[in-house]
């Protein structure tokens, strides 16, 4: 090769490389905004780890912001989320103190501080809560216990728990259980005072009209309020009720009604309206077997010697006897109330109570087909009751054992 042909072939590769150049430099730096793309141009492409913190320059605390060592915010505690495990808090204070800008090294926020505290509150609200609500269980349902009837309740008085429940908000016709609203305030008149057994109730003729269930009450007689009571709880006496009605409301039954809704009320028997006081059917007259059972435990709580007179199997007045229409009082041990009742609407209810050792049991059944299957189903919801009592008491027994320290 002569020495022009190679003077031209080193132009050529000058000219070459020159316009080599220009066109890298154009295209990297029109780069899109949001590009992937590393501008060769501009800076190398950075690394994928942090710069060291010790090359970094430490921050100096402000004295007039206050203390460093406080806990973040939760802003703050968010964003340090995001910090590279690189950078960490034992890292930051070796950088503050090999710099020596500050003798006292700062303290770093624990990591997380704003929900730590929120965690252990809530774990220290689980630890502090009573054993009786870490072992509550919930009542047993018609799945373990089937029973023929609408609605039933089962209640362990001694201990105000729930054993058994059957829709208990439904709402149905009481029939005569609610003469239990009415000796509820014939009796709470007697413990005042207003009243003694012996005050003498004239009899209307409006009472002794009143149909269905009734003792024999003769017009214009004047018969003693126990008497009255005895006929109403036993024999279920629809005439005795409107006696009292009318004497309490001093010829007008309704008062007397006004005031067993209040006092209903006061009881705590939200679901429940009553038209009369004997329970002959009337529309809109209705409760709950959740409703009955506050009435029969605020009843027996506030009068247990009603029980003398509610365990009676017959009564007998003006040479008429009736038999209770409880038959469990005859067949079931331990029974000895409370009250009955029957209207076509509803069908065959009752609230039992019966006792055995130290356990005193509330049972509601509420339409029932007939009355030999109300006494059935109750006896069944009974038995059950007593079984769940009989194992809690092992268990108490047990754990109450198991707490006593050996003897040395």
């Known amino acids: 090769m002569t020495k022009r042909h190679a003077e031209k072939f080193l132009f050529f590769l000058v000219i070459f490389a020159l316009i080599s150049g220009l066109c890298c430099v154009g295209s990297f730096s029109h780069a899109a905004s949001g590009?992937?793309?590393?501008?060769?141009?501009?800076?190398?492409?950075?690394?994928?780890?942090?710069?060291?913190?010790?090359?970094?320059?430490?921050?100096?605390?402000?004295?007039?912001?206050?203390?460093?060592?406080?806990?973040?915010?939760?802003?703050?505690?968010?964003?340090?989320?995001?910090?590279?495990?690189?950078?960490?808090?034992?890292?930051?204070?070796?950088a503050v103190s090999k710099s020596g800008a500050d003798k006292k090294p700062v303290k770093p926020a624990p990591k997380e501080a704003s929900s730590a505290p929120a965690a252990k509150d809530a774990k220290a609200k689980t630890q502090d809560r009573p054993d009786e609500e870490k072992q509550a269980v919930k009542p047993a349902t018609y799945?373990?216990?089937?029973?023929?009837?609408?609605?039933?309740?089962?209640?362990?008085?001694?201990?105000?728990?729930?054993?058994?429940?059957?829709?208990?908000?439904?709402?149905?016709?009481?029939?005569?259980i609610t003469k239990l609203l009415t000796?509820?305030?014939?009796?709470?008149?007697?413990?005042?005072?207003?009243?003694?057994?012996?005050?003498?109730?004239p009899v209307s003729a409006k009472a002794v009209k009143t149909?269905?269930?009734?003792?024999?009450?003769?017009?214009?007689e004047k018969v003693p309020l126990n008497e009255l009571i005895k006929g109403i709880s036993v024999v279920s006496a629809n005439n005795a009720c409107v006696a009292v009605a009318e004497y309490f409301g001093k010829?007008?039954?309704?008062?007397?009604?006004?005031?067993?809704?209040?006092?209903?009320?006061?009881?705590?028997?939200?679901?429940?309206?009553?038209?009369?006081?004997?329970g002959l059917p009337a529309s809109g007259q209705?409760?709950?077997?959740?409703?009955?059972?506050?009435l029969s435990m605020a009843y027996l709580r506030s009068f247990p010697e009603a029980l003398k007179v509610h365990s009676m199997t017959s009564h007998t007045y003006h040479g008429s006897t009736h038999r209770n229409a409880n038959s469990l009082l005859r067949t079931y041990?331990?029974?000895?109330?409370?009250?009955?009742?029957?209207?076509?609407?509803?069908?065959?209810?009752?609230?039992?109570?019966?006792?055995?050792?130290d356990t005193r049991l509330i049972a509601v059944v509420l339409g029932a087909q007939n009355s030999a299957v109300r006494q059935k189903e109750t006896a069944r919801l009974l038995d059950f009751g007593f079984r769940r009592a009989a194992k809690d008491e092992k268990v108490a027994e047990k754990s109450s054992a198991g707490g006593k320290k050996p003897k040395a």
Do not use: W
């Open 211 to 220: 149909r269905g269930s009734r003792m024999r009450l003769k017009r214009d």
């Open 35 to 94: 590009s992937h793309t590393y501008r060769a141009s501009i800076g190398p492409k950075p690394k994928a780890h942090p710069v060291a913190v010790e090359n970094q320059v430490p921050v100096q605390p402000d004295p007039a912001a206050g203390a460093v060592n406080e806990a973040p915010t939760s802003s703050e505690s968010e964003t340090a989320a995001t910090v590279p495990a690189s950078a960490s808090s034992s890292q930051t204070e070796k």
């Open 333 to 357: 041990k331990g029974v000895d109330g409370l009250k009955t009742g029957f209207v076509c609407e509803a069908g065959y209810n009752i609230t039992a109570t019966a006792k055995r050792g």
């Open 251 to 278: 010829g007008d039954a309704s008062k007397f009604v006004a005031q067993m809704n209040a006092k209903a009320k006061k009881i705590g028997m939200v679901n429940s309206k009553f038209k009369n006081p004997n």
């Open 286 to 294: 209705l409760s709950t077997a959740r409703d009955i059972a506050k």
């Open 183 to 201: 000796l509820y305030l014939i009796r709470e008149a007697l413990a005042q005072g207003k009243l003694s057994p012996t005050t003498p109730i």
């Open 143 to 176: 799945r373990d216990l089937y029973l023929n009837v609408q609605a039933a309740l089962l209640i362990n008085m001694s201990t105000g728990e729930v054993y058994y429940e059957h829709n208990p908000d439904k709402a149905i016709q009481p029939a005569s």
